[in-house]
């Protein structure tokens, strides 16, 4: 209920940490999207909300619109960065010799990505819980890291500058800054939309 409760009410938190830690709040904002971003065990932690309720903070005077961009920018990036390497290290050490997986389902990994990586790493900064997967997934998978890195900042840059501006230009309009919670709500069930036709379709083709 709690974790429910600071998603639905992220404004009134964030406005009370600018409170309390004043220029701190640009450091506390970068580690959570670094952390929901970067940490398989923290794909609970608000991504799309917060940037657009960052945003949308900034956008009346309280933050620097500038400094929000390019601090959750770059914790969006080096998150996923994160995120492969411990993929990429920890995934045929741990995956196959704990039998957790087969080597068959390893090698199909591998070429999915090979094949789809680019279009994935990018799609799935729009679906909450995945995308702090699918770096990792990426890097399981042994996904040239070039590749990877070039859509990862691809991917990052998109899904910041939506929200975040989407926040900036648009959440101080009078209907949004009166509904902020209805809008927040509104944005984490969209956000769940394309994982969820995602699953049903594939669960009709098996």
Known sequence: ME????????????????ASYGVLIYLILFLIIFAETGLIITPFLPGDSLLFVAGTIAGQGSLNVVSIFILLSLAAILG???????????GERFFVRKKLIKQ???ERTKEFY??????????ARFMPIIRTFAPFIAGVGKMDYRKFLSF????????VSLFVLGGYFFGTIPIVKNNLTLIIV?????????????FLKHGKNE
Do not use: M, Q, V
């Open 152 to 159: 990862n900042i691809i991917g990052g840059l998109c899904w």
């Open 80 to 90: 996923d960065s994160l995120n492969y390497a411990l993929g990429n290290y920890l």
């Open 186 to 198: 509104l944005i984490i069930i969209t956000s769940f939309i394309p994982p969820i036709i995602n």
């Open 3 to 18: 974790i429910i409760n600071a998603l639905l009410h992220i404004d009134t938190y964030i406005i009370s940490l600018i």
């Open 114 to 123: 090979r094949k789809h990586g680019g279009k994935t790493i990018i799609l």
């Open 104 to 106: 068959e389902h390893l």
